[in-house]
């Protein structure tokens, strides 16, 4: 078996695992080694692929196994990665990982909970390894139904109307793509031939414009959504306010990155003429998310509602990104995935073990935090600064190489635009900070605090991961950027050949 | 007439001996034993659904009025098999005090609206096809009526039957139109004849209204939900799947080979009825509280997206209409499974008594999940399959405005398919359904359909020998 559909492989076993062991303590062990293997599995893909690269292996796509599916209309099992889908998988089993660690408590329908939680991310790791567009838009939508349960079962709050929208606008997402998939593969063949869903086949040919002009809007809204575009991030806030804590942070880390990587490897990479002519709409739409996301979150008394906006605005970001169209700001696009996929799960998985001992969200209600469980804030404080972009930690590269990228572009529209999406930067500033000031600062406001335990040994597993990942990024950002970069070289030709800019 | 000529009726042949051999053996069993009769018909029936994928000759009969081709054996298979599911599904209910005098009745009745079916799939000339059509509803008609001392079914049994009469009314006087003007109701020579002068159109729209009838297309579904919700479980199953099933095979045959010259003007109708069908199936789902009525508006929505295989008029439509029925009968005939069960332990079929049963119910629960799931097309279950051939097939011939509709559709039907999950698993009861325990054939039965809501979309095969035959119509 290829070491790509391992990927897909191992989750499956990890699930069938669970369903045969008896007790609470078994499962969390069963899912921890799963996903530990995963992680492992994850960290031997990213070495293969850079000594593969450093032999001299120039394909656009590494690992390809292709297993012809449905003959008739040329759907195959597909899969190969390139320095993105790695980066990506990469994310995903740290999230995934640390996700597990973060959910060590939970005793309600525990069994249940991991299987999701690891069906979830069974969706994910297909879709980063597809490259048939089938296969991927299957992964895809298997990955956004067992937010349903997760949310509904597992959730506080208003929990049933939050899984309820959310579930019915990400599904309402996946319907266009599936129209965009649709149309893509019906257009697949100009000049005659056999209709395809191989990405790397339908970039080599030029779809008819006049359909990428109605495909592509349509396969990056759907994308969009699951990417938080403004107006279709209003399920955002309340899915992650509501979802458990691991949930929560696969959703906010990983889910939410498809959209981002499916916005740019399909409706940007396969319909750049369409993409550059109409792309003006969606970046006037993804600046508003980037600076209402923040200002969005400044107004917010909810810890997770907080940390909820400002994945809309960190995320509008990596969409924004995509549609400036270059180098600069495409590697941008992806570090800022990276980066805000970790950084968010750290957020989401802290405030789930500040909620856990506090029992509030609510930010008024706590105080001076940081004398009694010191860990837990240092790490929010990290958490915060590599939010707001500080250097050294992985916010910094990511925003940087995106306003960089944005900068490029010397008409008026663009300039403008990215001025406003930078102001965003100020914006995360003050509701982080405000935040640190009156949750981890000041006096002890609830004399029920005075006695909280810092995080236990699993805890600790969850957090130093993130920490250290986040990180990892920020002071050695080369190897990522080199590894994405080569990586973008293909869908930036792809562009440049479209006779754009 | 050779003896080799009746092996190409194999099919309605077997089914004629099999309803024999119940009556016979009704009347030398032994009185207190009849319940054995059960699984005897469910042998039988397995085994001649088993004969019917031995390889079979092509032909016709009667001068061309019966015809038998490797894509309408198909069809008749599929139909078996989603008989066959529905027979083990109903033997514990017919087990029941109050059925036992009458169980043969069921089986007789059931078998011969099959026969009906058979005929008029293999009809070569307008009046087999009638006579099949009528042998096919009017048993149902009677069996939708089988608890006759309650006034609901009672009730669904004479509606059947009016709307049946009322339809095929309409139905002839399309087919009279099309005799007058053409002088032959043989398939081959309508088909040559049919010029798209205003007289025929107006026929085939006469022709089309039966039709639509029999697979309840708003506007002419309004008799579906109260003969469902009145007619007993098994028997709205039937009605739902089987019957449905076999109305668009004979349909899309006629569509397809009957009317090619007037494609334009189908395509119209199919475009218009498509979205009203599916929307109004759809909205009027919502409000649904009683499960069986909720499933009738399913149904009729699932039938809405159905059209969209119709409308291309191409060879990937044909495979997947034939296929998304296959996955529909497994998809359904799962959630129908789940109903009968509970209904039957507990006279509960409203929504609100689903609340929680996953407490007390995991497995019945999960499996209706998977099967709504199917209905809805998520993947990796069946109907996701299904539903993407369908749309693909539109796609093809750059229908993208009715996917589109179709896709949104799909997005109002998840929530109320997410309605019975909610109450199945989020909301808490105080008083869930009490443990149900189930019989070995509702096992069966309930088994049968989620391998097949697994297997069947994975398996491209299957698709792919549907594909592959399905055009030989």
Known sequence: ?501 | MSSSNFLIMRHELLLTAVALIILIAEIFADPKKKHSIISFTLILFGVITAAGFLPSPEGSMFGGMYNSTAGKLLMKNILNVGVLIILIQSADWLRKDENADKIHEYFILLISTVIGMNFMISSGHFLMFYIGLELATIPIAALAAYDRYKNQSAEAGIKLIMISAFSSGILLYGLSMIYGTTGTLYFNEVADLFQNNNLQVLGFIFFFTGMAFKLSIVPFHLWTADVYEGAPINVTSYLSVISKGAAAFIFIIILFTVFPVITETWQKAIYVTAILTMTIGNLFAIRQQNLKRFLAFSSISQAGYLLLGFIGGNQLGMASVIYYILVYIFSNLGAFGVVLVISNATNKENINDYNGLYQTNPGLSLIMTLALFSLAGIPPVAGFFGKFFLFAAAAEKGFYILVLIAVLNTIISLYYYLLIVKAMFLTRSETPIEKVNSGFYTKLGLGLCVAGIFVIGFASILFEIIRNISYGI
């Open chain 1, 1 to 501: 078996m290829d070491i790509l559909t391992l990927f897909v492989v191992i989750p499956v076993l990890t699930i069938t695992g669970i369903l045969f062991v008896k007790d609470i303590k078994q499962v969390r062990i069963v899912a921890a080694i799963g996903m530990g293997i995963q992680l492992i599995l994850a960290a031997v893909l990213v070495f293969m692929y850079l000594s593969a690269r450093k032999a001299g292996v120039n394909d656009e796509m590494l690992f390809i196994k292709d297993y012809l599916w449905f003959k008739s209309l040329n759907i195959h099992y597909a899969i190969g990665v390139d320095g993105i889908s790695v980066a990506m998988i990469a994310l995903t089993s740290i999230v995934v990982f640390a996700g597990i660690f973060a959910s060590w408590e939970v005793e309600f329908l525990t069994k249940e909970f991991f299987i999701s939680l690891i069906l979830l991310a069974t969706g994910v790791f297909g879709f980063f390894i597809s490259i048939d567009l089938f296969t991927m838009f299957l992964f895809y939508e298997l990955a956004v139904i067992p937010m349903y349960l997760l949310i509904g079962i597992w959730g506080s709050g208003p929990k049933e109307y939050s899984a309820m929208k959310l579930t019915l606008m990400l599904m309402g997402g996946s319907a266009l793509i599936l129209l965009g998939l649709l149309g893509i593969y019906f257009n697949s063949a100009p000049d005659g031939g056999q209709f395809t869903f191989n990405i790397l086949e339908i970039s080599k040919i030029t779809i008819p414009v006049s359909a990428q002009r109605l495909f592509f809007p349509l396969t990056f809204i759907g994308f969009g959504i699951l990417g938080a575009l403004f107006p279709f991030h209003t399920w955002s806030p309340d899915g992650h306010a509501s979802a458990p804590t691991a949930v929560s942070m696969l959703h906010a880390g990983v889910l939410m990155k498809l959209g981002g990587y499916g916005a740019f490897r399909v409706a940007i990479f396969l319909m750049p003429e369409a993409a550059s002519e109409l792309n003006w709409i969606f970046i006037i739409l993804t600046s508003i998310s980037v600076v209402y996301g923040a200002f969005g979150a400044i107004v917010q008394k909810d810890l997770k509602y907080i940390n909820a906006y400002s994945s809309v605005s960190h995320c509008g970001l990596v969409l924004f990104a995509v549609l400036m169209m270059n180098q600069t700001a495409l590697n941008g696009a992806v570090i800022q995935m990276i980066s805000h996929g970790l950084m968010t799960a750290l957020f989401f998985a802290l405030i789930g073990m500040i909620y856990g001992r506090t029992h509030t969200r609510i930010i008024n209600e706590m105080g001076g935090l940081m004398k009694i469980i010191p860990f837990l804030s240092v790490a929010y404080v990290i958490a915060g600064l590599a939010s707001l972009g500080l250097p050294g930690l992985s916010g910094f590269v990511a925003e940087m190489t995106i306003f960089v990228g944005a900068f490029q572009h010397t008409d008026t529209f663009h300039r403008v635009v990215t001025i406003v999406a930078v102001s965003s930067i100020v914006i995360t500033a003050v509701y982080i900070l405000r935040v640190v000031a009156i949750l981890l600062l000041g006096p002890v406001k609830d004399e029920h605090h005075a006695h909280l335990t810092d995080a236990k040994w699993y805890e600790k597993v969850s957090v130093i991961t993130l920490i250290g990942s986040v990180a990892g990024i920020g002071l050695a950002p080369f190897w990522l950027s080199t590894m994405i970069g080569k990586s973008l070289q293909p869908i930036v030709n792809k562009i440049l050949a479209a006779g754009l800019f």
